[in-house]
């Protein structure tokens, strides 16, 4: 789905599920197959695979966020209405690299298929008591789960201002890294750091006059990078992807959705170690998708099978 927030900040419709269409086709669905989508949103591609596999399947949707998964519990429950030929569906409040264990609990030992759709949906950008947007004044919190320990208030009031520039230049490609550390360093000796507004002040004010009105919010990099550290956003991806290896059967697939270089990269590496890869190149969107949800223009789709265990 995308999160409803282009990098220059427009609105758009906020169930778009992102390269649906590719999606289903690489995860090659059929009935009676049990899926995993470990980050099942709004239900957007949920409610398409449980169609698919249809009332011998099983899909088992996992997300962080307690808020989006009441709204895919009443979306599938929705959907299984109008159409009553899907497969059984069971959500769980849980992190995906907890996959394993939301299989158990379904009373299962493996899936056939594993769909992650990494990043935050417009569910949680939209809502600025999240405060995951530079868009709204709000907490700075940013965890995905609300209930996880650490917000990005605490975060930054602990990190060290060198941890700080590395976050904002590696997971953000923050150019004004070191500048952005030092005032953030500077101003929590004088005051905390605890509303969205008063971070973007102050990256505003370290960035340089001449960069300050580009094509994206000054602010874009250093939130996402915040973001994804708050989350352990990498960690997570890492986690799941060798956990995927012993709980997605042999021959079975898994789809990874992600919308920065550096998961990309994790998703890539992996595949060409661990599994047959399918996508040699990432799948992107078309013009037409793009046209219609800006936030497909840094989707990329790859899909790996993970290998028959040779006798
Ligand atoms: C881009 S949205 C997914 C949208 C979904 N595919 C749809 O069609 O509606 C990403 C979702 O993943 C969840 N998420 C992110 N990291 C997660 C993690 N480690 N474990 C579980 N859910 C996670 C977020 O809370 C968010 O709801």
Same mark, same amino acid.
């Given at each position: 789905m995308g999160d409803g927030s282009g990098a220059d900040g427009t609105r758009h419709p906020?169930?778009?599920p992102v390269l649906l269409h590719e999606t289903l086709q690489l995860l090659s669905l059929q009935p009676g197959l049990v899926v995993v989508d470990g980050t099942v !949103?709004?239900?957007?591609? $949920?409610? $398409?695979?449980?169609? $698919?596999?249809?009332?011998g399947g099983l899909l088992? !949707?996992?997300?962080r966020d307690t808020e989006i998964l009441a709204c895919a519990r009443a979306a599938l429950a929705k959907a299984a209405e109008d159409a009553p030929a899907q497969a059984r569906v069971s959500l769980h409040h849980s992190s995906f690299s907890n996959v394993q264990e939301a299989l158990h609990a379904c009373g299962q030992a493996a899936c056939d298929r594993l769909l992650l759709d990494l990043g935050v949906s417009s569910l949680q950008l939209d809502r600025a008591e999240r405060g995951f947007s530079f868009m709204a004044d709000g907490p700075l919190d940013m965890r995905m789960d609300p209930h996880g320990p650490l917000d990005a208030a605490s975060w930054l009031a602990e990190v060290s201002e060198v941890e700080l520039a590395r976050v904002l230049? #590696?997971?953000?490609? #923050? @150019?004004? &890294?070191r500048r952005i550390a030092r005032s =953030?360093?500077?101003? @929590? #000796?004088? $005051?905390? =750091?605890v509303r969205t507004g008063q971070l973007v002040e102050l990256i505003v004010r370290a960035t340089p006059g001449h960069a300050r009105h580009g094509r994206i919010h000054p602010a874009t990099r250093s939130f996402q990078a915040i973001r994804m550290a708050v989350n352990d956003e990498l960690g997570e991806l890492r986690r799941t992807l060798v956990s995927a290896l012993e709980c997605v059967r042999p021959g079975? @697939? =898994?789809?990874? =959705? &992600?919308?920065? &270089?550096?998961?990309? @990269?994790i998703v890539k590496y992996f595949f060409r170690e661990h599994c047959e890869v399918v996508t040699r190149k990432p799948v992107i969107a078309t013009e037409t998708e793009t046209d219609q949800n800006p936030r497909a223009r840094s989707a990329k789709l790859r899909c790996g099978i993970v290998k028959e265990i040779a006798a």
């Open positions: 906020v169930h778009v !949103g709004a239900g957007g591609h $949920a409610m $398409a695979i449980a169609r $698919a596999i249809g009332p088992v !949707g996992l997300d230049f #590696e997971y953000g490609d #923050e @150019r004004f &890294s =953030i360093v500077y101003a @929590r #000796e004088r $005051a905390p =750091i079975g @697939r =898994i789809c990874v =959705i &992600s919308f920065h &270089s550096a998961e990309d @990269r």
